[in-house]
């Protein structure tokens, strides 16, 4: 018998799930999935994931909550841990308690999985404080979508001295807010309206209560109303928080990602890239050098080796790396490497290996499609293809910088979207600043060293440089 987890998605933002949703996420077997869940939530799931929508899509047909819960039930009993991802906190609207009941019923087991409700994030998001010392003392999340069944108690909720936060309500509002002032809430009591929070589509809308009617004609649901004087505050700080869009392979953007957000970047995966490895023979026997040219590279033959039950003692060859990431990579398998060139590109590495090599055997062992540089000087070698990178997912820059860690990324990125010329572009080395300016774009900023910490350096001066300037 397999299990449900009802997990919160958080209310947009793909990296407000919780720590737990998202592990469980990325090993789930079916993962079933509504609209208010972000695009990019549902790529961290495996490829073999099977994804099910069940979304209503208004005007058409859609799928009745008896169907959600029968595919529930119906997932679990085939042995699958089934992840089903519900916007904001499961419990709050959006029948997630229902769901529960039935599985219940059904003697299923599930765990439910907190997430962060749009009621407060929201507001949060966009400055404003759903509760205030001496303002507003109390909170009332309160659905629109019961308005017209009078299920609600209008009469007291306009005596509330406290704030309240309609969900699902672009549709009745403009009937709440009449209700509201006929049962004597002050006519001027201020409104705020949050379409899209937490998202880069984000818009916000401040009004007051009698002009509500007229002001929802230019919003368009998922929308959060907050009614009450906190709404009128504006709690965000006026120097905005610099974005970093990252593209790569997952060991790469983990990587990048850590350390940006440690120093206060928001950071978003924009190209995420997938090491697939080849189904090659690899035979080392008879060359003298192994050239690793990639971090992934390193990790790719390693798999292939335990893959096939080899030893590693069986490697007999001296080694050769490209540079600092390569010879780390290596190093955690516990071999050092013998040859790493002082500048860390495939030309170098082609250069050296020549000079203090030239007549020894060599197997470079590398990307398809990578870049061509490394045999311009290189003598007596073979090589193979260990693995070729895929896109997993792409969505488009609209970050302060965009960074490459690729030649392979560039190309695979510019395939679909074009970068705005408001963005910083920041390659990882030269090769990749090549491949940039082949497709048309100027003015990159290149790193002083193909690693991680040197594009942090890279974006943490061009900072400095700008706040100087803006002073
Ligand atoms: N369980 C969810 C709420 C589900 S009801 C939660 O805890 O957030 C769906 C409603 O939530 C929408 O109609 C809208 O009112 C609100 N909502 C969800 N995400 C939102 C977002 N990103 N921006 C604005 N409102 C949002």
Redesign the pocket.
Known sequence: MGKVYLV?AG??ACDLISVRGKRLLQGCDVLIYDR?ASEELLAYAKADCEKIYVGKSTGYHSISQEEINHILVEKAKTNNTVVRL?????????R?GEEAQALIENNIEFETVP?I???IA?PEIAGIPVTFREVSQDIHIV?GHTAKNEITDYKALARTKGTIV?????STISTIAEKLIKYGMDEYMPVAV??????EN?RILKTELKDIGTAIKMVR?????VVGETAKYDLVSKSKRTTVAITGTEDFRKRLGRQLTDRGYNVKEVCRLKVKANNVDISTDKYDWLVFTSRNGVNVFFDHLKEKKKDIRSLKNKIAVIGEGTYKALSEKGIYADYMPNIYTSRALGKGLNEIAENESKLILRAEKGSDEIYEHIKNYNEVKLYSVEAEYITKCRENYIVFGSSLGVNTYLDKYEIADSTSIIAIGEVTRRALESRGYGNIYCCKKPTVDSIVERIEENEKIQKTESK
Not at 221 to 225: Q, R, S
């Open positions: 919160g209310p947009g208010l519900k916007g904001g906190d499961p419990f709050v609207f959006g997630g997430g409700t749009s009621a929201v659905t309609f969900l699902m309500a672009v949050i379409e899209n929070g937490t998202t984000e649901p998922p929308a959060v109303i």
